[in-house]
């Protein structure tokens, strides 16, 4: 079993930046991959970043240049540098882990691009 915590959302004004963590109740260094997802009200949840335990990295296109995903396994954390931000990228953001072919989920984090 994983338990996923995720923080670091909030309000910020178009342009400004966020970090997101995604805590693991487990060491993630036995975790095959971790992603970002985000679900904007009335739409599908969609993949933002996802990372490997190799260190490959992927984007969806309307984040790439201005997202970063990174993980921490010292610390059994994820993140998501998030820069450049646009209202289009309002929306709760969650974390996921697959390991042993399981998905596991966190809570989700609030993310309001607004001025």
């Known amino acids: 079993q994983v338990q996923l915590v995720e923080s670091g959302g909030g309000l910020v004004q178009p342009g400004g930046s966020l970090r997101l963590s995604c805590a693991a109740s487990?060491?993630?260094?036995?975790?095959?991959?971790m992603g970002w997802y985000r679900q904007a009200p009335g739409k599908q949840r969609e993949l933002v970043a996802f990372?490997?335990?190799?260190?490959?990295?992927n984007y969806a296109d309307s984040v790439k240049g201005r997202f970063m995903i990174s993980r921490d396994n010292a610390k059994n954390t994820m993140y998501l540098q998030m820069d450049s931000l646009k209202p289009e990228d309002t929306a709760v953001y969650y974390c996921?882990?697959?390991?042993?072919?399981?998905?596991?989920w966190g809570q989700g984090t609030q993310v309001t691009v607004s001025s």
């Open positions: 487990v060491n993630i260094g036995s975790i095959s991959a």
């Open positions: 990372i490997t335990n190799g260190g490959t990295t």
């Open positions: 996921k882990a697959t390991r042993i072919f399981l998905d596991y």
